[in-house]
């Protein structure tokens, strides 16, 4: 494989010669700020159109970017998995497909302490502001560069590493919309059991307003449901499956994750090489308007959709969404190393009482294989049950030990997954209220 260096780079590309100005380049950036609040203010300078802000003590400038604080949380996952990869495989080369300002790109080399990162976004007036920020961090260590910026469309650059043979271990794909284009260059240009961040940002479809939109996007035909929301992440998880298994890979979820702000949809998965074996996790989900339940539907199943509440074989109460991904949203071992690196680091553990943590803890409960896709929202429960909305804890509880898998979820904070059906939630709702 050829190492990317400037004279490797298209003459198409805008290569910087950035100045060098080191910066701390300690992984263990939670010294750098002690405060566990990951964004500050930012602080405005008139005279250059900089806007400087800090992210887990990084400074940097977001100028007249597309950069949201939010999206913090979003970074703090990627990087807690890109430095997971580098501890396991000893290298890690980021290509970071839509930078922006490259504040993604100056975390991965800051505090995954990635070999190389490749920071590229489409346009060109972002070059001073990508430049100046990544030259925080030294260009070259000895002989071989330790960043670059390419301006770029994503797919042109990624078809480019891909001819040339230039593979990355970590592709991160902050896209905006249901902007699904990017998928093919970009598993192309990853390295075999590399790592994909992929985004979606339409909450509209995975809310099912516009399911020809997530039919073109996505390959799958989304409607409305309850859960819609968790629909949204494995929408963009069987879209990934999908043109993944037309390449010869296979994917899986490490982690899965949805923000309502903006609303964002963000997914990290390895791809391996190999089809999906026959359909499984990979299918139709139908919701039962009558009785509240869910359920999974192969495509040998089509035509015999139907919700044993009903007598009749089509049932007329169902909405039925697919195909989409329907297994664990995220990996079990793979989350708990992502909180146990974010306790090493300062991010999580029960003192800190972070957002982080909670949102890791939940997380893990989640990755437990029992429990079935989409979750079950209380206020929901209570308008069946006809009483007032149950506390999430005492239901949990009860639920525990009936023997039923229960987690809460991180998409909606008065929800819980479990494998327990909805008639056995409203009876538990009903004694509760006793
Ligand atoms: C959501 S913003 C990126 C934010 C950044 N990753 C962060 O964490 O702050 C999306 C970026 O994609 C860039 N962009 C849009 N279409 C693109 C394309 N086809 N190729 C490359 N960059 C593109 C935009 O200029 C914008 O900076
Ligand atoms: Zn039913």
């Not at 960043?147 to 043979?165: F, G, S």
């Not at 992502?338 to 982080?356: F, I, K």
């Not at 943590?357 to 209570?382: Q, T, W, Y």
């Amino acid at each position: 494989m050829s190492t990317l260096t400037p004279k490797t780079l298209s003459p198409f590309s805008f290569l910087c010669n950035p100045k060098s100005k080191p910066l701390n380049q300690n992984p263990k950036f939670a010294t750098l700020n002690p405060n566990p609040i990951p964004n500050s203010e930012p602080i405005l300078d008139s005279d250059h159109k900089s806007e400087y802000r800090t992210e887990r003590g990084l400074k940097f400038d977001t100028g007249e970017t597309f950069f949201r604080h939010e999206s913090a949380t979003g970074r703090d996952l990627g990087v807690l998995a890109a430095s997971l990869y580098k501890k396991s495989k000893g290298k890690l080369r980021v290509l970071d497909a839509l930078c922006g300002c490259g504040i993604r790109s100056l975390r991965y080399l800051v505090e995954a302490d990635a070999d190389f990162v490749l920071a590229n976004d489409g346009n060109v007036d972002n070059r001073n502001v990508i430049t100046e920020n990544l030259s925080q961090v030294e260009r070259s260590s000895g002989e071989d560069p330790r960043w670059a910026v390419t301006l770029l469309d994503a797919n042109r650059i990624m078809t480019e590493c891909y001819l040339k043979r230039d593979f990355y271990d970590l592709i991160d794909i902050d896209s905006f919309g249901s902007d699904s284009s990017f998928l093919r260059s970009a598993i192309n240009a990853l390295r075999m059991d590399g790592l994909l961040y992929v985004t979606s940002t339409d909450g509209f479809s995975s809310g099912g307003r516009r399911p020809q939109q997530t039919l073109a996007a996505y390959g799958a035909y989304v409607r409305p449901m309850p859960y819609s929301n968790e629909l949204g992440l494995r929408m963009l998880i069987g879209g990934v499956v999908r043109v993944a298994s037309v390449m010869g890979y296979r994917v899986t979820p490490l982690f899965s994750y949805y923000s309502y702000h903006g609303p964002v949809f963000r997914v990290m998965l390895r791809v391996i090489r190999g089809k999906l074996p026959d359909s499984r996790h990979y299918g139709f989900i139908s919701y039962c308007r009558d009785c509240g339940n869910s359920l999974e539907f192969s495509w040998d199943e089509l035509g015999r959709i139907s919700c044993p509440c009903n007598d009749s074989k089509v049932s007329m109460s169902l909405v039925v969404s697919g195909p989409l991904w329907t297994g664990p949203l995220h990996d079990a071992a793979y989350t708990a190393d992502m909180l146990n690196l974010a306790e090493e680091w300062g991010w999580a553990g029960s003192d800190t009482r972070t957002d982080l943590d909670k949102l890791l803890n939940i997380m893990v409960a989640e990755s437990d294989p029992r429990l079935p896709f989409g979750f079950i929202n209380l206020d929901e429960v209570a308008s069946r049950a006809k009483v007032n909305s149950p506390a999430l804890k005492a239901v949990v509880s009860t639920l525990q030990k009936e023997g039923y898998a229960v987690s809460r979820s991180h998409i909606e904070s008065n929800a819980l997954k479990t494998n327990c059906p909805m008639s056995e939630c409203i009876r538990v709702a009903q004694e509760l209220q006793r």
